[in-house]
């Protein structure tokens, strides 16, 4: 039986995860902070897909909650085949207007959480010969848009490189590329969405279905869609400074805090 192990599994991308990998027969590792939350997706991927379903509670901004999750993956009497990492956020406001320790708790998740869940996840991997990791970035890893887009480029490189390294090990490693996808992400982060074009939405399910399938054929870098693949195109053509403008602009209309 094939177990894989999500991170920021209660919603979004991560929930969307669940539900393919849970429909192809994958025993899951849910990991997120709400655990009640986590519980009730746990009941229903149970009951609608007969896969067995365990919850991990754990908050990766903190040394505890990455250990948590390093430990489970380490695990050789339950070993995890595939890994998503998948947890994240958004910042309500640029540069200066946050504060350096949300920008810190930002690189915490996104870096050293995704740093550390991959080698222990890799080092397992290697001893068996077979595995998979996905790191989910963002097109944002493609253009000058703060520390957001700064921490998803390093994954974007991590993971390539560590791809290269790990080559005919068994291990495969894909950094995934999602423009703006219907999720809670904005509202989470207190973001409006009224200036996001309708033609720049992507629908979850079906981003995680172009990452598995791109998964399969060996890419180390997924970019779903053929819209935000010619934007990735036009992002590395055009003057990094006009895209910036942009980019700043689009998606950052600030409102009151959510959730």
């Known amino acids: 039986m094939t177990t894989s192990l999500i991170t920021g599994a209660s919603s979004g991308l ?49 040394d505890e909650g ?31 207007a946050v504060s350096t320790a949300e920008e810190l708790r930002m690189l915490k998740v996104h870096c050293e959480a995704v740093l550390r869940l991959t080698a222990a996840a890799c080092a397992a991997m290697r001893e068996r010969g077979r595995g998979w990791v996905v790191n989910v970035a963002s097109v944002a ?31 495969r490693l894909m950094a995934l590329c999602p423009g703006f996808v219907r999720t809670e992400f904005h509202l989470r982060a207190g973001m409006g969405t009224s200036n996001i074009p309708n033609w720049m939405w992507l629908d979850a399910d079906r981003v995680v279905a172009a990452a598995i399938r791109d998964l399969a054929v060996g890419k180390s870098v997924s970019v779903p869609d053929l819209r935000y693949k010619a934007v990735v195109a036009l992002a590395r053509l055009t003057p990094r400074a006009l895209f910036g403008n942009v980019s700043t602009r689009t998606g950052r209309v600030y409102g009151p805090t959510r959730g």
């Open 14 to 62: 991560g929930a969307a995860f669940a539900r393919r990998l849970a429909h192809e027969g994958h025993d899951l590792v849910l990991v997120a902070r709400d655990r009640e939350r986590l519980t009730e997706c746990a009941r229903e991927l149970r009951e609608e897909h007969g896969v067995s379903v365990q919850v991990l509670a754990a908050d990766l901004s903190l």
């Open 66 to 96: 990455i250990a948590a999750v390093e430990a489970r993956l380490a695990d050789r009497e339950a070993p995890v085949d595939v890994l998503v990492n998948n947890a994240g956020f958004g910042s309500r406001g640029g540069f200066l």
């Open 141 to 171: 890893a493609f253009l000058p848009r703060g520390t957001y887009g700064a921490s998803k480029a390093w994954v974007v490189n991590f993971t390539e490189g560590t791809a290269r390294e790990l080559a005919g090990s068994g291990v």
